[in-house]
Structure formats: structure tokens, C-alpha cells
């Protein structure tokens, strides 16, 4: 995005409204329990489709309130997509799963968050692993390991070299704690937080991108 009228312009997530269901509350990481308590709204000078919201939201289950910032795609007819952020975010807790990931990866990927966010390193590590294993079989990645389906998604230029070198210094570090050694060393903290951050960069890259560009190819073409 060049500025935040840009919102929801071409990518985000289905319908033109605010969907508080999907949205998780960054103090008690319960899921859909947020009600508005009030909105501020800004149009845009010259396009009166175009508005921007800020939502007041509570939580049901612990009473804290959250800000969103929202908005849906402008134009006559806006494209049926809107995006939103939100204010504060989770520590390390549960995050929504973005659409266009496999339901089986978003589920490991959580799962290396939540043990993050608890300091769980070692659980963090493993699941994050899985998530990457999860990740190449989606992509119909071939070989008896995980070292050689990371290689063949590498040789068929799905992964660019850097990608595939991050691949495998995360199977390694997975290795270390779903393969434990009597005399090995816990993972380091700062490692692991690498780690699941280049997981994020690394399902943006194999699926939020590709998704975003049929999308835009799809509003060019009018099939969307």
C-alpha cells in the first residue's frame, strides 16, 4: 500500500463489512466474542465510496476493548473485499489464518505461535517444522525427507535459494527438539524467533502472493 486509502483496495478478506467473528481479542486470545461499542468514520475527498472506519470494540469474555482499523474496497461497486488492522495485537497468541493458506498449515502455524508466545521452544520449533513439512506437500513436493522435498521445491524455482536456505536451517532446528539428544542444548530463543518469523515470510511468499495476484488478474479481467 502506498497510503492507507488502500485498505481493502484489491486484497483483504471476503464481503465489504467488518466480520468480527474472525477477529481474536489480544488480551484473552478468545476468538469472535468482540461487539462495537462505537465507530469514528473519514470519506475520502473525491471518491464518496471510499470511507475509512474506527471501530471501538469490547470483548465479551474479559472486558477489554480493542481498536479496529478497517476498510472495504471503494468504487460504485467496491470488488467484496475489505481488510482491516487491529490495535493492540496478540503477544505471540493465536492469529487469524489467512484464506488462501491450507487449513493443515495455518493449524501448525498457530500452534508454533502459541508455544512461542508460552516460551515453549522446544513445541515451537517442532510444529514449526510441521508447518514447513505441511507447507511443501501442499506444494506437491517430492523425496523420502523433509531435506529432499525442500531441495525438489528448490530445483522446480518455487523457492528462491535464499528461501531454501532458510528451509533447511528451520528442518534443522526442528530436528534438534523432535530428535532430542540426551546431552543436546535447548534451542535459543532468538533462534526460534527467527525461525517462525521466516515460516510467515515463507507462506506469504508460496500462498498470500500468488492468491493476491490471481485476485488482480481476476479484477482485470472482470472475472472478479
Known amino acids: 500500500m502506498d497510503t492507507w486509502w488502500d485498505l481493502g483496495e484489491g486484497s483483504g478478506y471476503r464481503g465489504a463489512d467488518l466480520d468480527t467473528n474472525r477477529l481474536i481479542c489480544a488480551f484473552c486470545n478468545i476468538e469472535g466474542n468482540l461487539s462495537r461499542v462505537h465507530r469514528e468514520s473519514k470519506q475520502h475527498a473525491s471518491d464518496k465510496h471510499k470511507v475509512l472506519y474506527f471501530d471501538t470494540l469490547k470483548c465479551g469474555n474479559c472486558s477489554n476493548f480493542l481498536m479496529v482499523f478497517w476498510s472495504a474496497g471503494g468504487g460504485a461497486f467496491g470488488d467484496g473485499l475489505h481488510d482491516y488492522r487491529v490495535v493492540p495485537t496478540a503477544l505471540g497468541g493465536p492469529s487469524r489464518v489467512p484464506e488462501a493458506w491450507p487449513p493443515e498449515v495455518g493449524r501448525f502455524w498457530q500452534q508454533a505461535r ?105 479484477r482485470k479481467d472482470g472475472t472478479s
Open 114 to 218: 502459541r508455544a512461542l508466545g508460552r516460551g515453549d521452544l522446544d513445541a515451537a520449533s517442532v510444529m514449526a517444522r510441521s508447518a514447513l513439512q505441511a507447507t511443501l506437500r501442499a506444494k506437491e513436493a517430492k523425496g523420502n525427507s523433509l531435506r529432499d522435498e525442500i531441495n525438489d521445491l528448490a530445483a522446480r524455482g518455487l523457492l528462491p535459494p535464499v528461501m531454501k536456505e532458510w528451509a533447511h536451517e528451520l528442518r534443522l532446528l526442528g530436528n534438534s527438539s523432535a530428535h532430542p539428544k540426551l546431552d543436546g542444548e535447548p534451542p535459543d530463543d532468538k533462534d526460534v524467533k527467527d525461525v517462525v518469523e521466516f515460516l510467515e515470510y515463507l507462506l506469504s511468499y508460496l500462498f498470500t502472493l500468488p492468491d493476491r495476484i490471481e485476485k488482480y488478474r481476476g
